[in-house]
Nanobody
């Protein structure tokens, strides 16, 4: 089963930007839809971005226009560009297959903290 390693998180001021990366241990070519998820303290994990092999993307209203997901199948890597960050974006961010996620593939995540 493909495993994922997320990186790129950190502390950023409101309005700032971050680019997260997700490296897969194997090929993601056969995973039609990849996603980025986040889990804020005391809340359930939620899907914040998804992308198909054909490049179709989907975002919830909370991040639409601010987050951009992309994938590079040749590098087995998925990215999440986050702009105009808000304190409510503070969470641990994970990547995984989307619709549905693969239970055994969750990584450690990368922590994003938005604060002044």
């Amino acid at each position: 089963q493909v495993q994922f390693v997320e990186s790129g998180g950190g502390l950023v001021q409101p309005g700032g930007s971050l680019r997260l990366s997700c490296a897969a241990s194997g090929s993601i070519f056969n995973i039609n839809t990849m996603g980025w998820y986040r889990q804020a303290p005391g809340k359930q994990r939620e899907l914040v971005a998804a992308i198909t092999n054909g490049g179709r993307t989907n975002y919830p209203e909370s991040v639409k226009g601010r987050f951009t997901i992309s994938r590079d199948n040749a590098k087995n890597t998925v990215y999440l560009r986050m702009n105009s960050l808000k304190p409510e974006d503070t969470a641990v961010y994970y990547c995984n297959r989307a619709y549905p996620p693969a239970a055994g593939s969750w990584g450690q995540g990368t922590r994003v903290f938005v604060s002044s």
